[in-house]
């Protein structure tokens, strides 16, 4: 799963989901439960809203909603480092 988060223009007002990808630092993950990813592209033409943008989002499996909202002043290209919670391991049940 990629995390997904969305871009708020604050030029247009529009949304514009982003992606990220899992890109570990140099040095290996550290502990504690967080792990490095960058942003490898944004819906270009955006949203009108916020719901709008949440529904595109949720039609792609492969992205995880992360419910984080960054604003954006809709100049040069938005490229992001963020860190992440861990995914959670599923544990075999007996």
């Not at 949304?15 to 504690?32: E, K, N, Q, T």
């Not at 792609?60 to 909202?69: A, G, N, Q, Y």
Request: aromatic fraction near 12%; charged fraction near 25%; glycine fraction near 10%.
């Amino acid at each position: 799963m990629n995390p997904c988060g969305m871009l708020k223009n604050t030029a247009t007002g529009r949304f514009h989901p982003i992606v990220f990808r899992y890109a570990p630092p140099p040095s290996g993950d550290l502990s504690g439960g967080f792990r490095r990813y960058k942003s490898i592209g944004h819906h270009t033409k955006g949203f009108d809203t916020l719901e709008e943008a949440i529904t595109h989002v949720k039609e792609h499996s492969e992205w995880e909603w992360t419910e984080m909202v960054w604003e954006w002043d809709g100049e040069g290209v938005p490229a992001m480092v963020e860190w992440f919670a861990e995914p959670k391991k599923e544990v075999a049940s007996a």
